[in-house]
């Protein structure tokens, strides 16, 4: 889950820099972005196509017990404060990148579970399991529709909001303590649901889209006027975690959507 940072301004920050200079930082903070996301879909779909095995024991063991998921979220959280310490690192650029393929990878694992449950539901698990050599990794036309669906909606909401926060030049900063909270009672409900075994549906899933684009507002506005110049990497790694939580989100929507129909 994405977590607000610092909104105070930083001394040498992308403010402060030339017009020339701050284009060249936000240039390097989504590229740096694109190869994060193109990185993601690629690990994530390896880990399905060439760890089949490995990717659906892990998954089932995470979604066996309520406690499993737990120490999941709880070592993901871990994984995500040291990839964003290094990311942010001063002494080495080989840190920042360790920080932020460490954020890369550690995402692609914990989307493993849902993608599986993605297949399983809306596919024919006794194709998926009938053969004898191993597993037939199929991916069924609604299952597919609603995994690009997903990709897409997903895409567009961090494009547009990106451009309302670039074309309007308004600074979302102010809205740090108000994510900050809404985040620890989001991360209260899920431990809550969890420990207590109630569901969280598609309206839990459609607040938990709003906050990350309340935070899609709030991080390009960090990103436009207070970062340091050197901090690219740390500022992908931030919209990549906020993307890739979103995308989570929102595949979760359309999947709760489509098993009520």
Not at 109 to 115: A, G, R
């Amino acid at each position: 889950m994405a977590l607000a940072s610092s909104a105070r301004p930083i001394e040498g920050a992308v403010a402060t820099l030339g017009v020339s200079d701050r284009v060249q930082f936000l240039r390097k903070t989504y590229a740096h972005l694109g190869v994060a996301l193109i990185a993601f879909a690629l690990i994530t779909g390896g880990m399905m196509r060439f760890a089949t095995e490995a990717s659906l024991k892990f998954s089932m063991w995470a979604l066996k017990g309520q406690w499993n998921w737990i120490l999941v979220l709880v070592l993901f959280m871990a994984v995500g404060w040291i990839a964003d310490r290094l990311a942010r690192s001063d002494r080495s650029r080989g840190l920042q990148y360790a920080g932020l393929t460490v954020a890369v990878v550690a995402e692609a694992i914990l989307l493993q579970p849902l993608l599986w449950v993605l297949m399983i539901r809306f596919g024919n698990p006794q194709q998926m399991f009938a053969s004898g050599d191993g597993i037939n990794l199929v991916l069924s036309g609604q299952a597919a529709s609603i995994l690009m669906q997903a990709i897409i909606i997903t895409l567009a909401i961090f494009i547009g909001l990106t451009l309302v926060v670039f074309l309007t030049k308004k600074d979302f900063s102010f809205m740090r303590g108000a994510l900050a909270i809404c985040s620890f009672a989001a991360l209260g409900v899920i431990i809550a649901s969890m420990a207590f075994g109630f569901h969280l549906g598609a309206i839990f899933a459609g607040l938990m889209i709003l906050l990350m684009a309340g935070y899609i507002l709030y991080q390009t506005s960090l990103v436009m006027a207070h970062f340091p110049p050197t901090g690219y990497v740390a500022a992908s790694l931030m919209l990549f975690s906020t993307i890739a939580t979103l995308f989570w989100y929102v595949l979760q929507f359309l999947m709760s959507l489509a098993s009520d129909r």
